[in-house]
């Protein structure tokens, strides 16, 4: 099995930032996809971001383009979420999720394994 843990989440202003991170441990391949997605009260989950297992390759949900940046560190397990300029609709409970697959996708049923869960709360 793998488990994934998030961390970083908090309460922030709009306009500030934060970084979320994501650590891999178990049965993990460093070469894992790796995805961010959100899920805000009463809506759907939503895809954020994806980066392929070796990094090289990323894509973004349209409305964080330009304002979030997914990156890993293969050596540490761990998939980070830069997000600047951030607004009162990003607010949500925030999950990574790793795939064993090829390349990188932003559709969901393509993961395999899921943290829990960090919220991330930004004040108007």
């Known amino acids: 099995q793998v488990q994934l843990v998030e961390s970083g989440g908090g309460l922030v202003q709009a306009g500030g930032s934060l970084r979320l991170s994501c650590t891999a441990s178990?049965?993990?391949?460093?070469?894992?996809?790796m995805g961010w997605f959100r899920q805000a009260p009463g809506k759907e989950r939503e895809s954020v971001a994806a980066?392929?297992?070796?990094?090289?390759?990323?894509d973004y949900g349209d409305s964080v383009k330009g304002r979030f940046t997914i990156s890993r560190d293969t050596a540490k397990n761990t998939v980070y979420l830069q997000m600047n300029n951030l607004k009162s609709e990003d607010t949500a409970v925030y999950y990574c999720?790793?795939?064993?697959?090829?390349?990188?996708?932003?559709?969901?049923?393509?993961?395999?394994?899921w943290g829990q869960g960090t919220q991330v709360t930004v004040s108007s």
């Open positions: 999720a790793a795939g064993r697959f090829l390349g990188r996708t932003r559709a969901e049923t393509m993961y395999d394994y």
């Open positions: 178990g049965r993990t391949r460093s070469n894992y996809a």
């Open positions: 980066i392929s297992g070796t990094g090289g390759s990323s």
